[in-house]
């Protein structure tokens, strides 16, 4: 069954640009003019408007402010229309920068998401820009990202770092060949490493290559490495930016260097893992204390960035919200479902018994973590927006807007969420130049949005938020109204409308229904997966 399910979403996500995706989009224009809308820029300064922006092919060249708030437009200060030009009438609407999602994955096999339906997913909410931590292979990659840069697919820009020591005939065992390694993925065309832990001689040696050839750097400190490799060891070294958080509670132990496992604990078994990791701050320095301190000071001073993905781990403290979020029933493909179940093979799917102790010791750890990366951005420390989907019930693009929305319960502003989801990526990339901010000279890449964002995160869902209206009446406002990358104008709503047939078809072929654990049907699928 499993076989003839990827058979039939290969049929479906076919990546070629078809006469019906290129009524998705429009442009890039010769010129493009966004009228009378409210701007908020990604560097931290309040709305503006109402301004015209005016676009050229894929270049902001004007932003001029053309009023005030609810006084008649001079229509003799606005910008003119070019013959041929098009022109966006946005009165009311909201302006953001492009989102930059730190930690995006094209699919996987194992979930049976193909990049088609997760890339529509992305922009549909305004992810115009995915650094990719390792995938299914550099080839496969950078055949997306160059497809993306020549508008033949619909697909956001694509940042591609490749998994250490992988596509290499050799097991990197020695600093040489650690330098051998980074030098081979630098001549692939990788835009940088995703590191996941080595041996200290290795890792010294590879970031070293990795940084004289002016390329980025990520890591997820996993735990089989991370006693003799914390965070504050990886910064030392080079590394540019984290994913999650794991190395950072282990260089702020000060009465351990190991994580008090208990007697029974195995890192194969998916719930050991994820248990004991709830419990990993509560083991670590005080806030406040001078550890704390010391750790954070040092990291802001190397420049160090965060991209905690807190999005990914919310399962970990509420599993009844992360399985019942409303978009699963129109969203979420049948493969994809099926690898959220509870299973013994499946990364992430670690729900062998898993209960309250679990989800009170986890919102604890939150609490910590979250305590420790607002106060990062408070000293001046980057924190970017990632978002991991494609495991524990997030889905690609809405695990993307929760992750905005995790920052704010961590205790950003509004107006600071949006500065991490867009100039504080450009910045870690170093593409500040080009994209996160709207600014004269910068990259069209740009939101649309009918609702304020920073009244309410929510209506940034494809799903829209729930507003009772002036008649009594419940409505559903907000979803992107355009995503524009590249100058090339979206239409967010028929971007989604695109993946809910992509899920219907899905669905009718295999007859299947979204159920719930323990409630399985004689038309669910075969449960054989493969780990991510």
């Known amino acids: 069954m499993r076989k003839n399910l990827l058979f039939t979403l290969c049929v479906l996500f076919s990546i070629n640009l078809s006469s019906q995706e290129k009524n998705l989009s429009e442009g890039p224009f010769e010129q493009l003019i966004i009228r009378g809308v409210t701007l908020i820029n990604g560097n931290g300064s309040p709305p503006l408007g109402p301004v015209d922006i005016v676009i050229e092919k894929n270049i902001i060249k004007s932003i001029k402010t053309v009023g005030y708030p609810g006084v ?3 229509e003799r200060r606005r910008p003119k229309l070019k013959k041929g030009g098009r022109e966006i009438d ?30 529509k997913l992305w922009l549909a909410h305004g992810v ?55 030098r081979f993925n630098a001549k692939k065309g990788a835009d940088g490493i995703k590191f996941f832990g080595a041996e200290p001689d290795i890792m010294i040696a590879a970031l070293d290559e990795n940084n004289s050839l002016g390329l980025g750097s990520a890591m997820h400190h996993a735990q089989l490495n991370v006693v003799r490799w914390n965070v504050l060891n990886s910064a030392r070294a080079g590394l540019t930016s984290m994913e999650h958080w794991y190395g950072l509670p282990e260089a702020l132990f000060d009465d351990k260097i190991v994580q008090d496992y208990p007697y029974y604990y195995n890192y194969s ?68 479902w099926e690898f959220y179940q509870p299973s ?81 990526g450009a910045e870690a990339l170093d593409m500040d130049n080009e994209i996160g901010s709207i600014e004269i000279g910068k990259k069209a890449d740009l939101i649309l949005v009918e609702e304020n964002p920073l009244e309410n995160l929510k209506v940034l869902y494809g799903t829209g938020a729930i507003k009772l209206n002036k008649d009594n009446q419940v409505e559903r406002v907000g979803g992107l109204k355009y995503t524009i990358k590249d100058g090339i104008v979206y239409d967010s709503k028929l971007l989604l409308e695109d993946v809910r047939e992509m899920v219907r078809e899905s669905k009718d072929e295999l007859n299947y229904e979204i159920y719930q654990p323990g409630e399985e049907k004689d038309w669910t699928l075969n449960k054989e997966r493969n780990i991510d």
Do not use: C
């Open 72 to 74: 008649e437009i001079n």
């Open 90 to 119: 946005a009165t009311g609407m909201y302006l953001l920068p492009g989102f930059i999602d730190m930690h995006g994955h094209i699919g996987g096999v194992a979930q049976g998401a193909e990049p088609d339906y997760v890339f």
């Open 128 to 182: 115009t820009t995915v650094r990719e931590p390792g995938g299914r292979g550099i080839d496969f990659s950078l055949d997306l990202k160059n497809k993306s840069i020549k508008n033949e697919i619909i697909a956001p820009r694509l940042v591609i770092y490749s998994g250490f020591g992988s596509g290499y005939t050799n097991e990197i065992s020695n600093p040489d060949q650690a330098r051998e390694w980074v």
């Open 269 to 336: 078994n998916e719930q050991h893992r994820f248990e004991e990791a709830g419990r990993l701050w509560d083991q670590a320095a005080k806030p406040g204390s001078k550890h704390w301190n010391d750790v954070m000071n040092e990291l802001i001073e190397l420049d160090f960035t965060l991209d905690p993905t807190f999005n990914i781990y919310e399962a970990s403290r509420d599993l009844q919200r992360a399985r019942r979020a409303e978009w699963h029933e129109e969203y979420t493909l049948p493969s994809l």
């Open 344 to 424: 013994r093979i499946s990364h992430g799917s670690y729900w062998h018994f898993w209960g309250t102790e679990q989800e009170v010791a986890w919102k604890k750890n939150f609490n910590l973590w979250m305590n420790f990366v607002n106060e990062y951005k408070n000293r001046g420390g980057r924190v970017t927006v990632g978002s991991d989907s494609g495991f524990i019930f997030q889905l690609y693009g809405f695990a993307y807007i929760r992750e905005l929305e995790l920052l704010r319960e961590a205790g950003f502003h509004p107006l600071e969420v949006i500065m991490s989801a867009t100039l504080k």
